[in-house]
């Protein structure tokens, strides 16, 4: 999200202001849907008093009035006489109803009403008489002949069978009930609340029901921007936090909850029933009151998700602050008395502990075995972190072991010993990466020394042989300087194929050769080259046996570089084997893999191991009077797997044996 957008102060307050607009607008939308679910038969009504809540509202009206006539043996009226009735009337109760009323008990002929006497009403037909006029919404009932009266256009009130008002005239069927709704301002409550609204939902129809998604939505598009907003600051970086942001939760939520609970006190103060002035103050009053509350418990949720944001909700609180500086000094302890402790007197320890807390959790009864049975899932739920603090230590160091030197143990994760170990084996996994990082950068400048040298090595080197073959064509009549041309031919010939071979061994150790594979037929490979050397292996009286198929045995190689490593076999062998013994050369084949081997017996006490024997320069003949650079073998090595095959070499007291293998060749 944009910085610029996160910080606007502007656009926070916006946001705090309409966030309580739109909640308004949500509650009273989705009471108004309810309303108008439920109230879904009297909405299709032309008018508030067609309506079963209108019905409803006028029979608790006639309820009311029957209630007061008996209570306490009519202590709440008093008596006045005119004509042949009594006539008893309630003065305390003129402002509680929004209906007048006429009862008259036809045995008795008493009259209850809450119509005040004056000149103008001192007879019952004056009574009956305001009650039943066409400017008023009236009803009557005769309780001789049962009779309804009314100017009320609705079901059921015309009706009273079937309706809880039934019971209330069976009761008293001596009565006849006289009432009509009060026209007078002061006197309206329920029935007037009820119209106004009937008139509101009548007028909107669907549209809060709209408003409700619109004004959800909205609220959690507020919501989530200011979870994204809160705690960004113009020119901080990070989650800004004032000092009573960084106080305890539990402080925090003590303030918010005396603020609350002062301001909601408030609400106690009775509201008014007629003064204009005063509902308007209680209204203001009332507001002000609202919004000190919002105001707070903004606040408090805004603190609530900087603690959250910057992972110090637990951290910060008193109870943790308390259960962590416990657990650290019990900690401090178990170190003094337990640190020198091997593992697996801590791991008996524990075991011991666990079983002693068990049973004494389980001697506390029923509460205590719940204890014990929380406890033990504890003990699981640590056990599991150590078996996947384990696993984790395992994968990490098997990656290392595979050879991904470069993975790290995620120490953070781990704990006590374990975070130990994890340490120990990132360092160890460092040393590994850093000696064959050092490995590596000093091969590679052996290998860049090497060759730069034998190439500025070789250009005078090649001046020197040409002067010398010039010289080997004069004729020179002296025989000692015949005799030194000789010898710098010989030495320089030597040289010029050391130069070679040190660049043939650089650039097969670096890879930087450039094969072309092709089907190599390995039977006559081998006698092919054998028959290079023959003139050097009868010199020496070496008799080839061979051991190999009739048949054509074909690899895929490089035909230049294979019969390279066949030729620096033979060479080693023309130089090192013993004078009249033998030479065994074999091929088998097993599970499509060529096995080539060539054993011979050398003339040289071969007291050297054949990792040194394989290393450049080194030579079987340690006294160095052979011809030979020592890189034969290597090359050969380095030449054999460029190709895709294994080359190694096994001693066996003056058994030299030369072991390669490859693949072959399907014939499919």
């Not at 907003?229 to 303030?255: C, R, S, V």
Request: aromatic share 14%; glycine share 6%.
């Amino acid at each position: 999200m944009n910085r610029n957008f996160t910080t606007s102060t502007a656009l926070k307050v916006t946001c705090y202001i309409l966030m309580p607009i739109f909640g308004i607008i949500f509650i009273l939308c989705i009471m108004y849907t309810g309303f108008a679910l439920e109230c879904s038969d009297d909405l299709a009504k032309e008018n508030f008093y067609e309506t079963s809540q209108f019905a409803y509202l006028f029979q608790s009206e006639i309820y009311s009035a029957f209630n007061e006539m008996n209570v306490n043996g009519n202590e709440m009226y008093n008596t006045y006489e005119f004509e042949q009735y009594s006539i008893n009337y309630c003065r305390w109760n003129l402002y509680a109803h929004e209906t007048n009323y006429v009862i008259v008990d036809t045995k008795t002929n008493e009259v209850f009403t809450n119509i005040g006497l004056s000149e103008k009403t001192d007879s019952f037909s004056k009574l009956k008489g305001i009650i039943i006029n066409n400017d008023n919404k009236y009803w009557s009932y005769s309780s001789g002949d049962k009779k309804i009266t009314t100017n009320i256009n609705n079901y059921e009130l015309d009706n009273i069978k079937y309706t809880r008002l039934e019971n209330r005239l069976n009761k008293y069927p001596e009565y006849d009930v006289y009432i009509c709704l009060n026209n007078n301002n002061d006197f309206r409550y329920g029935i007037y609340t009820g119209e106004q609204l009937f008139s509101i939902v009548k007028k909107l129809k669907w549209l809060p029901i709209i408003a409700v998604p619109i004004s959800g939505i909205a609220m959690l598009v507020i919501f989530i921007y200011m979870c994204f907003a809160i705690g960004h600051k113009n020119g901080y970086d990070g989650i800004y936090q004032n000092l009573i942001d960084k106080l305890p939760i539990e402080i925090t939520t003590f303030i918010a909850s005396c603020g609350i609970i002062m301001f909601a006190c408030f609400f106690e103060i009775g509201f008014p029933s007629n003064n204009s002035f005063e509902i308007i103050t209680m209204i203001i009053i009332y507001m002000c009151v609202c919004l000190a509350i919002y105001a707070i418990l903004a606040y408090f949720i805004t603190i609530f998700i900087k603690k959250l944001k910057t992972k110090t909700l637990i951290k910060s609180s008193l109870a943790y602050r308390i259960v962590y500086s416990i657990f650290n000094f019990l900690k401090k302890i178990y170190n003094r008395v337990f640190g020198n402790f091997d593992i697996n007197k801590k791991i008996v320890l524990g075991y011991i502990s666990i079983i002693l807390g068990c049973v004494l959790l389980c001697s506390m009864g029923g509460f205590g075995v719940f204890l014990c049975i929380v406890f033990l899932a504890y003990i699981l739920y640590r056990l599991l972190g150590i078996v996947e603090q384990f696993e984790s230590i395992k994968d990490g160091t098997k990656l290392i072991y595979d050879g991904d030197i470069e993975t790290k143990i995620y120490i953070d994760e781990l704990k006590g010993e374990f975070k130990k170990l994890g340490i120990y084996i990132n360092d160890i996994a460092g040393g590994f990466s850093n000696a064959i990082e050092n490995g590596l950068k000093s091969e590679r400048l052996k290998t860049e020394l090497i060759t730069n040298v034998s190439h500025d090595i070789k250009t005078p080197l090649t001046s020197i042989i040409n002067y010398v073959y010039l010289l080997k064509k004069e004729d020179i009549k002296d025989e000692k300087i015949s005799e030194y041309i000789g010898i710098l031919d010989n030495k320089s010939q030597r040289l010029k194929k050391l130069i070679d071979d040190l660049i043939d061994a650089s650039k097969a150790s670096s890879g930087n050769i450039k094969l072309t594979k092709e089907v190599i037929k390995v039977n006559e490979l081998i006698k092919q080259t054998v028959g290079e050397f023959e003139d050097k292996f009868e010199a020496k009286n070496l008799e080839i046996i061979y051991n190999i198929p009739d048949f054509d045995v074909e690899i895929l190689a490089d035909s230049k570089y294979i019969y390279r490593v066949i030729e620096n076999i033979y060479s080693n062998i023309s130089k090192y084997a013993l004078e009249n013994s033998r030479v065994y050369i074999d091929i088998t084949i097993n599970n499509s893999k060529l096995y080539l081997s060539f054993k011979n017996i050398s003339k040289y006490r071969l007291n050297i191991s054949v990792d040194e024997l394989m290393q450049r320069f080194v030579r079987g003949d340690k006294s160095r009077t052979t011809e030979g650079s020592g890189l034969g073998l290597s090359i050969s090595k380095s030449l054999t797997e460029l190709q895709d095959g294994k080359f190694d070499i096994s001693i066996d007291g003056d058994l030299f044996k030369v072991n390669l293998v490859f693949d072959i060749v399907s014939k499919e």
